[in-house]
């Protein structure tokens, strides 16, 4: 039934709650419960069958009441994956009444905090939890910018009868949900829509948008990045403040975790320096890349986790993994594990479980790339390779994007249509292939990782061969490599396509690419395709790119690389289910490399949107952010075209010109690298 | 007998709470429920006392396992085993292994006088009839 049916009806009968416990006993006595509360309750006592199953039906359930201590995975790493990739209520329940618990549960998101045993009154009051979030979604759309109060105040708009009743009851839940909201800084919170029937439209933080939004926040600077700077710089029409505003409160969580995650993991990488917030992220390349300038490393990891979903444990690497991951997402853009990650950069070792994955192993392409490529195409599931490579494709890109400027991004990314600036956001996409190859130096590759590489990567498969991937267009600029994508593989943009021919079109999801994105072009071969899952052509693979399985964050394709990758196909990009897609892929206007890392490399290397301006997948120029160079200079990501991809994508030739990207999926040509999307067998 | 076994604190409110979720749709949901946490707790003590011997010190993996067992007696109301899983983990705050040791006997001798007394009880309910069972049993 309808979640939530407002106003009035019969709302909350019927409400859809998944309960998530280890205990069976707490499990059947609360079922007992819900079903008294007259809700549509539903059990699971596996953290990760959990997050499956609402991977798999977003819309299918209104509230999640997860337990704290579980086997499987910690209560509150559930908590953050389904705060962003679904963002939908989470109720934390805990026997542990401990102070500093309960707040951690606040800190990371929760709606609420019960106390076991939990009573039946207690249960009764949930479903304003429901209502709230969609009338803060609500009250974003229509407000542009003030959201502030809105949680209380929205409650009683509708329902007085219930807000009266129920704030009694709800004791600890108004200051919850008060505490998160006065977390936020920009009230903006809620981006994306509300489940239920609200009418808001959903933004979609595709990779390529993400990755506008990662651009931008680097720009700024964390510290300094504020929604209204962000919403400027990014210049993604449509994109209000407060989608910018709850985006970014979570990226900050998200930041913040990498950090503590990584300040206790041992960075091999560990640049010395880079911002000091990175330095918690440990060492991952991130801060190399950070130090490169591009993306702070922090930022990059944060990215990447976030963007990989950071998939429980195993996709997140710790910090460096993660950056290694994304570099190499970056960098090789693997399709998904194979790929592109050639970047062979350690990063692998971070976690390579996913990254493991990526078979391929970059066969040449610089060696480390490819490792990463691999690394990052594989880990489908290794979401965080995307993003992790991402790191380490950073700085792998980097060079190669240093190397080959843009060319490649631009060529190769463009073919497909989409032009995405690529917002190459690491996350997942390992797909975004390697835009890190093709992504500039600058720090796109971090961000792209593996988004870019997926996406770029993503190019498909059914591109195939194409040259498509713009990889050759050197300079052209993603677009023109998109171009070629478009053409050759008709298989047009990735976003649909199904084969991954377009990884590049990821960029066209990006927003919204259902999930196509990179699930398209896994299908294919697009080794980028990362997300394998995303193949699904439309089907919304949750992991972009990358399959990762676990993680959900790989939906987030950033890695898309550039817009050009459209191999990446909108699967990395915007399939990464979940919305991060941010690569919005810049419009290609400004992916000529000012923006670099979102822009129109991916990150990695594909400017995604660099060059094209218009090319730009899916949207196609979508104005994505049109970061002023970000300093890269060129499309930030990859401008050199895919230099980044080591050899890997040189093969493709095909693209080649600017290859260093094209091969390289999604970003600017080289991720498209026909290799890598599909076509030769990518890195 | 029910009384006695509040007052005597075997049981608590949540108890009660756990009965009126029975009704005729599920008219033997309490007695499913004890039987399911009786299985279950088995399996947690045992992985307590296995901990116990294998790692020997080891205070967050013992708590851990505690803590898991002390959130499933919340859920039936089985309050006295629930207040020596509490000792037992302050033990284990504590670092005191003697004191966990200890604990961890109480508890499972909470656990078996629990597990018997409920066993009776449901017996006096079956016997009372359906009738009887079908209303709370007032002792």
């Not at chain 1, 996406?455 to 300079?475: D, G, N, Y």
């Not at chain 1, 992991?543 to 191999?567: F, Q, W």
């Not at chain 1, 002023?628 to 990859?638: A, L, T, W």
Request: charged share 20%; with cysteine; hydrophobic share 35%.
């Amino acid at each position: 039934m309808a979640p939530a049916e407002e106003a009035g009806g019969e709302f909350p009968v019927g409400m859809k709650v998944l309960v998530v416990d280890d205990d069976p006993t707490c499990l059947a006595v609360l079922k007992r419960m819900l079903l008294g509360c007259r809700y549509d309750a539903t059990t699971c006592s596996q953290a990760t069958r959990a997050l499956t199953m609402l991977r798999e039906n977003r819309r299918g359930f209104d509230v999640i009441i997860s337990d704290v201590h579980m086997p499987d995975m910690d209560g509150f790493r559930l908590l953050e994956l389904v705060g962003l990739e679904m963002d939908l209520p989470v109720i934390m329940m805990s026997a542990d009444s401990r102070t500093d618990i309960v707040m951690k549960g606040i800190k990371h998101g929760a709606c609420d905090y019960l106390i076991k045993p939990v009573r039946m009154e207690e249960l009764k009051n949930i479903w304003q939890h429901v209502l709230r979030k969609k009338f803060n979604e609500n009250k974003e759309h229509e407000h542009s910018g003030s959201l502030d109060d809105t949680d209380r105040t929205r409650p009683t708009n509708n329902d007085n009868e219930y807000a009266s009743s129920v704030n009694d009851g709800a004791d600890g839940s108004w200051k919850s949900q008060k505490k998160k909201r006065d977390k936020d800084e920009d009230d903006g919170e809620l981006e994306s829509g509300d489940p239920s029937t609200s009418k808001k439209p959903r933004v979609v933080w595709s990779v390529e948008l993400h990755q506008q939004f990662v651009n931008a926040v680097n720009h700024l600077g964390i510290d300094k990045a504020v929604p209204k700077k962000i919403l400027e710089l990014m210049n993604v029409p449509g994109l209000t403040r407060e989608n910018v505003a709850s985006h970014l409160q979570k990226f900050r969580l998200y930041l913040k975790r990498i950090a503590q995650h990584h300040a206790g993991i041992a960075n091999p990488f560990c640049p010395p320096g880079s911002s000091p917030n990175i330095g918690s992220l440990g060492g991952l390349d991130l801060q190399a890349l950070a130090a490169s300038g591009q993306i702070p490393p922090q930022t990059l990891a944060a990215l990447q986790d976030e963007l990989l979903g950071r998939p429980t444990n195993s996709l997140l690497l710790p910090g460096r993994d993660q950056t290694a991951l994304r570099l190499s997402a970056v960098k090789g853009n693997k399709p998904h594990g194979e790929r592109e990650i050639a970047f062979g950069q350690p990063i692998y070792k971070c976690q390579s479980n996913a990254y493991a994955a990526f078979p391929q192993s970059s066969p040449t392409v610089g060696g480390t790339f490819s490792a990463w490529s691999n690394k990052l195409g594989m880990a489908d599931s290794t979401g965080t390779l995307g993003s992790m490579s991402n790191s380490q494709n950073s700085n792998i890109v980097l060079h190669e994007l240093q190397q080959q400027p843009d060319a490649m991004l631009s060529g190769n990314l463009h073919s497909l249509d989409v032009k995405p600036s690529g917002i190459v956001m690491p996350s997942q996409s390992l797909n975004t292939f390697s835009a890190s190859e093709g992504l500039s130096p600058n720090q796109n590759p971090l961000m792209l990782p593996s988004q870019s590489s997926g996406l770029l990567a993503a190019m498909p498969p059914s591109m195939k061969h194409e040259p498509v991937l713009a990889t050759s267009q050197p300079s052209s600029s993603l677009l023109g490599g998109i171009d070629l994508v478009n053409q050759a593989s008709t298989s047009q943009p990735l976003i649909s396509t199904h084969g991954g021919n377009l990884p590049g079109l990821v960029n066209r999801n990006s927003n919204v690419l259902p999930s196509q994105g990179i699930s398209t072009f896994q299908t294919e071969n697009n080794p980028y395709l990362v997300s394998q899952n995303s193949v699904g052509v439309g089907s919304k693979q949750p992991h972009g790119v990358l399959k990762t399985e676990n993680s959900d964050p790989l939906s987030r394709n950033y890695g898309y690389i550039g817009g050009g990758a459209p191999l990446m196909d909108s699967g990395l990009l915007s399939s990464q289910s979940k919305n991060t897609q941010f690569g919005l892929l810049q419009n290609q206007d400004d992916l000529t490399g000012s923006w670099s890392p979102l822009q129109n490399i991916d990150s990695y290397g594909n400017t995604i949107g660099l060059s094209h301006p218009g090319s730009s997948f899916q949207s196609s120029n979508v104005p994505l952010g049109k970061f002023p160079d970000q300093g890269r200079g060129k499309n930030h990501g990859f401008v050199g075209k895919g230099s980044c991809i080591p050899s890997r994508f040189a093969v493709d030739e095909i693209e080649s010109p600017t290859n260093n990207l094209s091969h390289s999926i999604g970003s600017s040509g080289d991720i498209m690298s026909p290799d890598v999307f599909g076509f030769s067998g990518h890195m | 007998m029910k009384k006695s076994l509040f007052d005597q604190g075997y049981l608590d409110e949540q108890f009660c709470q756990v009965e009126d979720l029975q009704d005729e749709a599920s008219p033997n949901f309490v007695e499913e429920v004890v039987t399911l946490f009786f299985k279950d707790s088995g399996r947690l003590m045992s992985n307590i006392e296995q901990a116990l011997e294998k790692y020997p010190r080891d205070f967050n993996r013992w708590d851990a396992y505690m803590q898991q067992l002390k959130g499933s007696c919340c859920s039936i109301g089985a309050s006295r085993m629930k207040n020596e899983c509490m000792s037992f983990r302050d033990s284990c705050g504590q670092g005191n292994v003697e004191g966990c040791m200890r604990s961890f006997q109480k508890v499972k001798r909470e656990h078996a006088v629990l597990r018997q007394k409920l066993e009776s009880y449901f017996q006096l309910l079956r016997q009372a009839g359906p009738a009887g069972a079908a209303t709370r049993p007032i002792m």
